[in-house]
């Protein structure tokens, strides 16, 4: 089978594009990539008084019940206006849905940022109006480019779970519909566009999505026939320097919630701080990621991202626009920082915390299976690797590495990178040298690049050269969260057994050593999975099939990945779970793997704030009472139309 490498999304540092390049000359197998700063200058004397931020310009441009009078109850608040609970949304054609004259008010209210959804590739399709022979082309060229996705309105990077219903092709004369994606799209630049969106979808009926970037594993930010919120303009970052507000004083930063990483991270180094995002440069930070807990390089240091959150704008449910922080709306504080995305309400800001500017120090090695390094010899090695993982984390650090096949019997390690963050060169080399003896004393010869940076950003910014590789549509990944037991001396060797047969069986590892750290200086006291706080081994496995692989085979390779690969990893780490933003669409028992403890209070808080069942996404918070029709099993998409169970 050919099931080489590593054709999931992920970041590319371009030591994993070497390993690629290696894999791919052993295997000729072709290989897609794995994987408006506003300073404020308050005086020192300021800073004594307490001072909490203020909403952006366009937070303050809401929807007044004054305006709703005036216009179509359509667009009415949910305390007002309800639309009775029916079975299925509605979709397109359905004699509820909303007539021309309906879409085109609904327009007008919006300021004209309403816009008919036309699928990303409807440019290689002749019976489309948009076919273009040269368009077609960019598109085709672009597509494994996350701007592509990003940029789109309804595009997401996994196409599997849109149904692959509108690919770039060659061929003109195939077919392109709309499959998993929405039929309409809010482009939102003001809150009242959010307002104006959320009370028409629930007093319509129709489906509801919210896409930022497209990123998500499991997509969540699609659905068929859907009106679909685009947050992906709110863009605006505000440095905070002299936060003073609810028992945290120092550095923080305002963020629309269409900030990406690469974004915040700039911000952050052009201000002399340090914020935790993630690794690649288009995750959504002030979204998805930061909703779902968002790991970091700088996770083992200061926690998760979402431990980082002091404050969220968010419209709900109801239309209705208000604060969360730990004294405003507290459950709702408590449930935006980790219960995930599209379950609450449309996040339009978040205020982070920022830390002072750390030096990164990097390193970065590979090594092959070969005639001096057998099979056995090199998963040895990779269990010495895992013997250090507490260790690692404990002082800080964080290691991003890829385990592959790449022929039968034969394996890659590729380390890309391990990250110290606040260290300089000589602790990270004290800190790894007897780690790195351990591999010299196995036969193991490897040349470590150790590179140290100023800040945080500039090891970013060198390590992560470009932008993620995505948009592929022959893997499936599933992920799972193992705890410190896992790689002490009494599981070890279940751990790495477990590991070995999915890799060996030609899935592709994408591992973390990360923990999420402790840290007294900001309130952890939130919804993030519980398995993170345990975690120092999060491994992300992905499973391929070759390219024009029928459905079958597709279900088959799914199959194989969740019943068996990661059964054995459940197996060996009972009651451990799963990362929701980087998992597996058909995750056995999710709220156990996502949610862990926090279910039942996720739930309750879910049918507080959302009683009409306005968001559902996939194996989001209350989406059990759900299902998309005409599924196939193991492939789920989005392109049914979507049902309560009764
Ligand atoms: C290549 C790649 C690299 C990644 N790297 C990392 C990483 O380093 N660390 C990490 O933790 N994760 C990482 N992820 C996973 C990432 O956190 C998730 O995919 C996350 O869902 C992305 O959020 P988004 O807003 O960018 O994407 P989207 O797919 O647009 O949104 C994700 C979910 O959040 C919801 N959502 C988005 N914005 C809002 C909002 N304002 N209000 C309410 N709901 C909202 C959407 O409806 C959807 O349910 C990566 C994913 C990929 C594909
Ligand atoms: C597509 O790629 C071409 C060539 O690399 C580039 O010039 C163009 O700007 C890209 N288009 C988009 C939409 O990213
Ligand atoms: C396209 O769709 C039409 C109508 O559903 C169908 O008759 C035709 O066979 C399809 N063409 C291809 C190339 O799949
Ligand atoms: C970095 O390390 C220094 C001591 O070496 C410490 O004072 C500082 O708090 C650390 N920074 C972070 C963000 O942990
Ligand atoms: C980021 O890296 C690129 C090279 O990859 C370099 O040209 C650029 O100057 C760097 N930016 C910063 C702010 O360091």
């Not at 260790?391 to 990178?417: D, I, R």
């Amino acid at each position: 089978m050919d099931s080489l490498s590593s054709r999931f999304p992920s970041c590319s540092p371009n030591t994993l594009f070497k390993a690629a390049t290696m894999a791919s000359a052993l295997r000729s197998t072709a290989i897609a990539a794995l994987l408006a700063v506003f300073v404020d200058h308050t005086s020192a004397a300021a800073i004594a008084a307490e001072k909490c931020p203020t909403r952006f310009a366009w937070e303050n441009a809401q929807l007044t019940d004054a305006a709703v009078a005036n216009n179509d109850p359509l667009f009415g608040f949910g305390d007002a206006f309800n639309s009775k609970d029916e079975e299925c949304k509605a979709m397109p054609g359905d004699a509820s849905w909303p007539s021309q004259q309906t879409w085109d008010k609904f327009n007008t209210a919006l300021g004209g940022a309403l816009t008919e959804i036309v699928p990303l590739a409807a440019s290689c399709y002749s019976d489309w109006p948009q076919y273009d022979a040269a368009a077609c082309a960019d598109i085709t060229e672009n597509w494994s480019s996350p701007y592509t996705h990003v940029n789109d309105p309804a595009s997401i990077m996994w196409p599997l779970y849109q149904g692959r219903t509108c690919l770039p092709t060659d061929d003109p004369n195939s077919n392109c519909t709309l499959g998993g994606y929405a039929a309409y799209s809010v482009a939102a630049t003001e809150v009242k566009h959010i307002q104006l969106a959320l009370n028409f979808a629930r007093n319509a009926n129709l489906r509801l999505v919210v896409k930022n970037t497209g990123h998500d594993f499991a997509a969540k930010s699609v659905g068929a026939g859907a009106l679909s919120v685009w947050t992906h303009e709110l863009k605006d970052i505000e440095f905070l320097a002299d936060y003073n507000c609810r028992g945290y004083s120092g550095p923080a930063f305002r963020m629309g919630s269409g900030v990406v990483v690469e974004e915040a991270y700039a911000a952050a180094e052009e201000n002399d701080v340090t914020v935790v995002g993630g690794m690649c440069r288009t995750v959504g930070l002030a979204g998805g990621y930061t909703a779902g807990g968002g790991h970091s390089p700088m996770a083992a240091l200061v926690g998760m991202a979402a431990d980082q959150i002091l404050e969220l704008n968010v419209v709900l449910p109801d239309g209705r626009f208000v604060t969360a922080n730990e004294d405003e709306n507290p459950d709702l504080y408590w449930a935006l920082r980790g219960g995930g995305g599209s379950t609450y309400g449309v996040v339009t800001s978040v205020t982070i915390r920022a830390y002072p500017k750390v030096p990164t120090t990097t390193m970065t090695y590979s090594y092959t299976t070969g005639p001096d390094l057998p099979a056995d010899k090199f998963f040895e090695a990779l269990g010495v690797y895992m013997s250090y993982f507490d260790a690692f984390t404990s002082a800080g650090a964080f290691g991003y590495f890829l385990v592959v096949s790449s022929g039968p019997g034969e394996f890659v390690f590729n380390m890309m990178p391990m990250w110290g963050a606040n260290m300089t060169k000589p602790q990270f080399t004290s800190l790894v040298t007897p780690f790195l003896d351990e591999l010299a004393g196995l036969g193991i010869a490897i040349t470590p690049v150790i590179t140290e940076y100023p800040t945080m950003y500039q090891a970013y910014n060198g390590t992560f050269t470009g932008a993620e590789s995505v948009g592929s549509y022959d893997s499936h990944a599933a992920s799972r969260l193992f705890p410190k037991e896992n790689f002490e001396s009494a599981k070890l060797a279940d751990t790495l057994a477990a590991v070995r047969h999915a890799v060996e069986g030609g899935g592709t590892l994408v591992g973390y050593n990360i923990r999420s750290a402790p840290n007294p200086s900001i309130n952890q006291d939130n919804s993030i999975n519980p398995a993170w706080r345990k975690t120092t081994g999060f491994f992300i496995l992905g499973a391929s099939w070759a390219p024009g692989a029928t459905d079958e085979e597709i279900q088959q390779v799914s199959e194989t990945l969740t019943t068996d690969w990661m059964a054995r990893w459940r197996e060996v780490s009972p009651g451990a779970g799963s990362y929701m933003s980087e998992g597996d669409i058909n995750e056995p028992d999710f709220q156990q793997a996502f949610y862990g403890a926090h279910y039942a209070r996720l739930l309750e808080l879910k049918k507080k704030y959302d009683p009409t069942g306005l968001f559902y996404a996939p194996t989001a918070v209350g989406s059990e009472d759900w299902y998309v029709t005409d599924q196939l099993p193991w492939i789920p998409t989005q392109n049914g139309r979507l049902c309560r169970k009764v």
